[in-house]
């Protein structure tokens, strides 16, 4: 599985971006697809994940960005995104992409992170 992020840039405080994940390869071994931030001099944090479920994919989001993020996922396009709307500068970090599956053919567990988009948020 290859990732490719894309849409980070710099906006002001209030504003809106929209991040995109490509997903390629081995698409349909994906369980759950994330959003990780690393800040500078900080951990990478988790943002918000989308795992499969029986029937729907089911979404959790950290506290800091509930009401303000929304992820969501397009099966046809295998692409992953993440709405961010009224952004803070203590959102500013460098957003990651993350898909963990099953390879179908080894039956082992993978997890592969994208190349990171930054996103910087000015006051």
């Known amino acids: 599985v290859q990732l490719v992020e894309s849409g980070g840039g710099l906006v002001q405080a209030g504003d809106s971006l929209n991040l995109s994940c490509a997903a390629s390869?081995?698409?349909?071994?994906?369980?759950?697809m994330g959003w990780y931030r690393q800040a500078p001099g900080k951990q990478r944090e988790l943002v918000a994940t989308?795992?499969?479920?029986?029937?729907?994919?089911?979404?959790n989001y950290a506290d800091s960005v509930k009401g303000r993020f929304t992820i969501s996922r397009d099966n046809a396009k295998n692409t992953m995104y993440l709405q961010m709307n009224s952004l803070k500068p203590e959102d500013t970090a460098v957003y990651y992409c993350?898909?963990?599956?099953?390879?179908?053919?080894?039956?082992?567990?993978?997890?592969?992170w994208g190349q990171g988009t930054q996103v910087t948020v000015s006051s």
């Open positions: 390869g081995s698409t349909f071994s994906i369980n759950a």
């Open positions: 993350n898909a963990r599956g099953t390879s179908a053919y080894t039956g082992d567990d993978y997890s592969y």
């Open positions: 989308i795992t499969r479920g029986a029937s729907i994919w089911n979404t």
